[in-house]
């Protein structure tokens, strides 16, 4: 411990628990510093002899220990809110990613039992009619189903061997599918059951996980991170798409650039704020090719340079080579500033606000919004999903 902090304690005991908070060892040292400067010696012997001598310097030196404990109690307390409030969109933003996911399933199993239904009903009203083609359904059905048993009776053959006989295997395979779909059209099947039962965890889960995030409490500044939604959100783990590819994305700008992990963190919670975690490509409200497009959602000349670069290289606009491509050709050229800025930033926030200052110059900043995003990130790349 600095031996001014002593001299310090004795003034004011409360600094004891400030600089127990304080991590990063600052205020430790302003404390010092102040206590250097009040005595102007470098000795924290000569430094406490001279605060018991003289009661004028030690009023002085406590007035102003205590204006800098009551400064760093706001700091501290500013900087703890803004963790509950990064908890909190992390917390807002899994509980969206769920609800997105829960959805999809639901609309995929919807799709897939009408799809079922209504051919059911086309072959109702075929057999009402009588036509030629009104036997086609029960005759296939008929084939599979014998031809099926046909295979279970000759695999029930003693002279029957099945590890040299690879075209019997895929035969009994196809069948057997064939037979499960015959079943299922018919009778119904357990898939189907099962998938009901399914749905309902899932419209209960969508209910309580409401009820969770209704009782969390809201934001401050309003709905969850990110811009946009997906348009054509596909099955999402508990992970999430976004934990899942930030940190590769991570290595390659570190590889690329020699940045720090949290000046990628920057890089990636403007990205994640921009596409909504890799799912939004196309800006919502606009028609292409208005509005804004990619990762880092490049808009106007920026968004033509970036479908021109994808052309040339062969890529798809949509393709994680054509974004990180096209990311890092700016970072080299045209957005150099940005990169350069950024390589000055020693935290999080302050590499997520140069990144958005310097390279996205949004309209809407949200600036607390991109920092959940890059704080998500930098978990991620640490293996703290």
């Known amino acids: 411990m600095n031996p001014f902090l002593a001299v310090a304690f004795g003034l004011l005991p409360d600094l004891v628990r400030l600089i127990a908070g304080d991590k990063a060892g600052i205020f430790a040292d302003k404390v010092s510093g102040a206590v250097k400067s009040a005595t102007n010696t470098g000795d924290e012997k000569a430094a406490q002899a001279k605060v018991d001598a003289d009661p004028a310097l030690k009023a002085q030196l406590q007035k102003q220990l205590a204006d800098m404990a009551l400064e760093e109690t706001k700091e501290q307390n500013r900087a703890e809110e803004a963790k509950r409030q990064s908890d909190f969109e992390v917390l807002r933003e899994q509980l969206a990613e769920a609800g997105r996911a829960r959805e999809y399933n639901l609309n995929s199993f919807r799709e897939e039992l009408k799809s079922t239904q209504d051919a059911r009903a086309f ?51 196809a069948f057997a599918t064939a037979f499960a779909t015959v079943i299922g059209f018919h009778f119904g099947s357990s898939v189907g059951s099962k998938e009901k039962d399914n749905v309902n965890r899932v419209i209960m889960s969508e209910q309580a996980a409401r009820r969770t995030e209704s009782s969390a409490g809201q934001p401050t500044e309003g709905a969850f991170p990110g811009s946009y939604q997906s348009e054509t959100p596909g ?41 909504d975690g890799f799912r939004q490509f196309q800006e919502r409200g606009q028609v292409a090719p208005k509005g804004g497009w990619g990762w880092c959602q490049w808009t106007g000349p920026r968004r033509r340079a970036f479908e021109t670069w994808a052309s040339e290289h062969g890529y798809s606009p949509s393709s994680d080579e054509a974004n990180y491509g096209f990311l890092k050709s700016e970072l080299n050229s045209s957005e150099k500033a940005a990169r350069e800025a950024l390589r000055k930033a020693s935290s999080v926030e302050d590499a997520t606000r140069i990144f958005m200052d310097k390279f996205e110059r949004p309209g809407s900043p949200q600036l607390a919004r991109r920092v959940t995003w890059a704080n998500r990130a930098l978990r991620s790349f640490r293996g703290g999903v």
């Open 235 to 275: 099955p999402i783990s508990s992970a999430g798409l976004f934990e899942r590819k930030a940190p590769a994305v991570m290595r390659d700008l570190i590889r690329d650039f020699n940045f720090t992990a949290e000046q990628t963190a920057g890089i990636l919670g403007n990205i994640g704020h921009e596409c």
């Open 123 to 173: 072959y109702n009203e075929m057999a009402k009619t009588g036509g030629a083609f009104s036997w086609v359904n029960p005759a296939l059905s008929l084939v599979i189903t014998l031809g099926f048993m046909a295979l279970i009776f000759r695999l029930m053959s003693p002279d029957m061997d099945l590890q040299n006989n690879q075209v019997f295997n895929i035969a009994l395979g």
